[in-house]
């Protein structure tokens, strides 16, 4: 079993920056794949990047050139460095680790962005 926790979550003005944090509850072994999902209110949630045990990454159109993930330096932290803020950012944002099988999910973050 393995908890997910995340932080950074904030109000900011558009066009500013935030990087959410994710904290497993243990170090993780072999391949897994460690994601950032945000939902909206009213919309479905969605994956907004990833990144693999490998390093490979993956970013959704809407936050390519923006976001970047990373992980720490330990294989139990990952980051997502959310720059050029817009209004349509504004959502709850979940991390989420697939490992062995089964999928863990952080209780979420809430980012805002607004004037």
């Known amino acids: 079993q393995v908890q997910l926790v995340e932080s950074g979550g904030d109000l900011v003005q558009p066009g500013g920056s935030l990087r959410l944090s994710c904290v497993a509850s243990?170090?993780?072994?072999?391949?897994?794949?460690m994601g950032w999902y945000r939902q909206a209110p009213g919309k479905q949630r969605e994956l907004v990047a990833h990144?693999?045990?490998?390093?490979?990454?993956y970013y959704a159109d809407s936050v390519k050139g923006r976001f970047t993930i990373s992980r720490g330096n330990a294989e139990n932290t990952v980051y997502l460095q959310m720059n050029s803020l817009k209004p349509e950012d504004t959502a709850v944002y979940y991390c989420?680790?697939?490992?062995?099988?089964?999928?863990?999910w952080g209780q979420g973050t809430q980012v805002t962005v607004s004037s």
């Open positions: 243990r170090a993780i072994f072999g391949y897994y794949v």
């Open positions: 989420k680790l697939d490992y062995r099988g089964v999928a863990y």
């Open positions: 990144i693999t045990s490998g390093g490979s990454t």
